[in-house]
């Protein structure tokens, strides 16, 4: 079955305005901070945003870009939009005409953060006067009309500028607690003049920044409303006050985009950017539940990637859009693949939040599966032919078999050797869990690529000097993991002492309470596990800080505890004596858990380095590797091969 047979709803054109969309998959705004010191897009920004609009998605949003020059974030992070015009750095002409050579319609988001702004350490303007409702501490001003008036005039003319540098389409941001969404939310909203008390008065500012946009730029010209379908936090409005604005919106904007949530208030982010510990789309109940409503067409977004969901969200008129963010960062090519029947070769998010990490430390997109991401200048400029190699690759675990998939694409002759009976290494642990099914779903998927390409699979076949030298490769590349790492003390190697992996795959080994040694992302995830599990678990972190925000809310939900500055320092029979900041301490457990990393297989590894003219390492053999360093490294190894 062809991808348009089996996708037809989702790769249906959609007219908005007068601009065409060639299917109902949109790229929901991401932002990028590599910008340049004016602020303007990088080339590598650039990179990135063409990239994806290769990909095939139908609109393309750059993210967030501020209205005004005042009152704003940290501008390191953010274009100003006047400012960008006063300056004429044509950076974002290129960065439209980049996007839109590529069939998609360049997009760009306008924001205005009102309270959630920052001046000189102080909050700015806002809805009324008083503490911020979300920290008391801070004081805001209320807007005078002249202001009201001066920021309407600013929406417009920042995206007038847009239009007339290339953009087709204006995504106004009316949710997650800025501006917009201040004046709408009671919580925010204590106004009693004309923008403030009743529903009509509280959206009346978001419908006359639209209005005006379509004034300036024409009526054909789409404006797309981002919209909080529920502020989901006590105080912030539900569902009927998404629904309230909505009907506000119909006959004004072109597109209503219903995400949730207030992201200034902690508790509900983790339903505006879905986890591992959140089910994809569940956010799609409030979209559809507006749609009801309004006759403007509706999009959805939140943890969407699973291509039968899509089309089964447009085809039963949940929704007539589906954005994804973190989805077409994983892979921008989903929707080419999958209007061209190659839906099993999609990377589908694991919704780790690697790619929000690594952008906020490192100023770049990167995804711990997808190793071309975060090198996007590089892959638009791959024309070097590389020489036919054969390939060995030692190890069918993540590196091993990115590495085998990446040489194979480019040409060479590929065998890779498994030890064990399957592909897929130490993570094949933990594809029985729930909230970990994503990472099966990729071993699965790569498994497919292994043999699409025609890579040589040989199981149970561990690669040793005798093997090397009998294939005779032209190039090996060395993935063959690492060893948990088991410390000296005393009891170590107890009848009740298991590893991470052993529990994560067969959770019945944990007998009566169970105590956790390490506190990194494996123990506490495993911590969360047992607890669901209804086992009586907790965990010790030698490290003052465990670093355990990602998971705070399951850990709270769970009463999962973890002590810090606790040195395991023998393991008995009924627990674990450990040294803590109070002193020598037993903490009592019938089960002891080890999770504390693993070690390089370094002298396995020196000894089949001299076997071949071209040698690689990566993954664990390497150094302790994530999922997204492993993919990264393999996929670069690889493509060094017969290059040089």
């Given at each position: 079955m062809s991808g348009i047979e089996r996708y037809p709803n989702l790769f249906k054109p959609l007219r908005l305005g007068n601009t065409y969309f060639r299917n109902r998959?949109?790229?929901?705004?991401?932002?990028?901070?590599?910008?340049?010191?004016?602020?303007?897009?990088?080339?590598?920004?650039?990179?990135?945003?063409e990239r994806k609009a290769k990909g095939g998605a139908a609109s393309i949003n750059i993210g967030e870009s501020i209205v005004c020059d005042y009152d704003s974030g940290d501008s390191r992070y953010d274009i100003f939009l006047l400012k960008d015009r006063k300056y004429n750095y044509n950076g974002l002409a290129k960065l439209a005409d980049a996007i839109n050579r590529q069939g998609a319609v360049a997009t760009i988001e306008l924001q205005h953060p009102g309270a959630a702004s920052r001046r000189n350490g102080t909050h700015q303007m806002a809805p009324s006067d008083g503490p911020n409702p979300l920290d008391p501490s801070i004081m805001c001003r209320a807007m005078t009309e002249e202001d009201i008036y001066r920021v309407i005039d600013e929406f417009s003319e920042a995206a007038l500028y847009a239009k007339t540098r290339g953009f087709g389409m204006v995504q106004i941001h009316g949710g997650h607690g800025w501006l917009i969404n201040q004046f709408f939310s009671p919580f925010f909203n204590k106004r009693t003049d004309r923008w403030g008390g009743s529903v009509e008065n509280r959206a009346r500012f978001g419908v006359a920044v639209i209005d005006e946009i379509h004034r300036k730029c024409g009526k054909d010209f789409p404006v797309e409303i981002r919209?909080?379908?529920?502020?989901?936090?006590?105080?912030?409005?539900?569902?009927?006050?998404?629904?309230?604005?909505?009907?506000?919106?119909?006959?004004?904007?072109?597109l209503i985009h219903v995400s949730v949530g207030n992201p200034h208030d902690p508790g509900s982010s983790e339903y505006t950017h879905p986890g591992i510990f959140k089910e994809g789309g569940c956010n799609v109940q409030f979209a559809a539940e507006i749609k009801k409503h309004v006759s403007t067409p509706v999009a959805t977004v939140g943890g969407l990637s699973d291509p039968d969901q899509l089309e089964e969200i447009i085809a039963s008129g949940k929704a007539d859009v589906v954005e994804m963010a973190r989805g077409l960062i994983c892979d921008p090519d989903l929707p080419v693949k999958l209007r061209s029947g190659r839906e099993k070769e999609v990377r589908r998010c694991l919704r780790c939040f690697r790619c929000v990490q690594e952008m906020y430390q490192h100023g770049r997109l990167f995804c711990a599966i997808n190793p071309e991401s975060g090198k996007d200048r590089e892959i638009l400029s791959h024309h070097c032919v590389p020489e036919k190699k054969h390939v060995l690759v030692a190890g069918g675990g993540i590196a091993g078999m990115e590495a085998a998939i990446t040489a194979a694409e480019n040409g060479h002759k590929v065998t890779l050797c498994e030890k064990t009976d399957r592909l897929g290494g130490v993570l094949l642990c933990e594809t029985g869990v729930y909230f970990k099914k994503r990472v099966g779903e990729y071993i699965e998927r790569q498994k497919y690529m292994i043999e699409k390409k025609g890579v040589e699979v040989r199981l149970n076949t561990p690669v040793t000097p005798e093997l090397v030298n009998e294939i005779k490769p032209d190039a090996l590349i060395a993935a063959i993991g690492g060893k948990p790492i088991?410390?000296?003390?005393?009891?170590?190697?107890?009848?009740?002492?298991?590893?991470?992996e052993e529990a994560f795959a067969k959770p019945e080994l944990v007998k009566g309470k169970a105590l956790i040694i390490g506190a990194g992302r494996s123990g506490t995830e495993l911590g969360i596990y047992l607890k669901?599990?209804?086992?009586?678990?907790?965990?010790?972190?030698?490290?003052?800080?465990?670093?355990?925000?990602?998971?705070?809310?399951?850990?709270?939900?769970?009463?999962?505890?973890?002590?810090?500055?606790?040195?395991?320092?023998?393991?008995?029979a009924d627990g674990v004596l450990c040294d803590t900041a109070d002193g020598e301490k037993l903490f009592p457990a019938e089960t002891v858990i080890l999770a504390l990393g693993v070690k390089p297989l370094w002298e396995e590894v020196d000894a089949l380095s001299s076997f071949a003219g071209e040698f690689y390492q990566a993954g664990d053999c390497r150094k302790p590797r994530s999922i997204m360093d492993a993919t990264g490294e393999a996929w670069t190894m690889a493509n060094l091969i017969g290059r040089y």
């Open positions: 998959i949109f790229s929901a705004p991401t932002g990028l901070l590599d910008l340049t010191p004016n602020c303007a897009p990088s080339f590598d920004h650039l990179a990135y945003f919209i909080s379908g529920s502020e989901l936090f006590e105080g912030g409005y539900g569902i009927e006050g998404g629904i309230d604005f909505a009907k506000q919106l119909e006959g004004h904007a072109d088991r410390p000296n003390i005393p009891g170590i190697d107890g009848a009740n002492v298991i590893s991470v669901e599990l209804g086992k009586e678990v907790s965990l010790i972190e030698a490290k003052e800080d465990a670093n355990q925000g990602l998971y705070a809310a399951k850990i709270a939900e769970n009463s999962l505890e973890t002590s810090v500055s606790t040195m395991a320092k023998e393991i008995r």
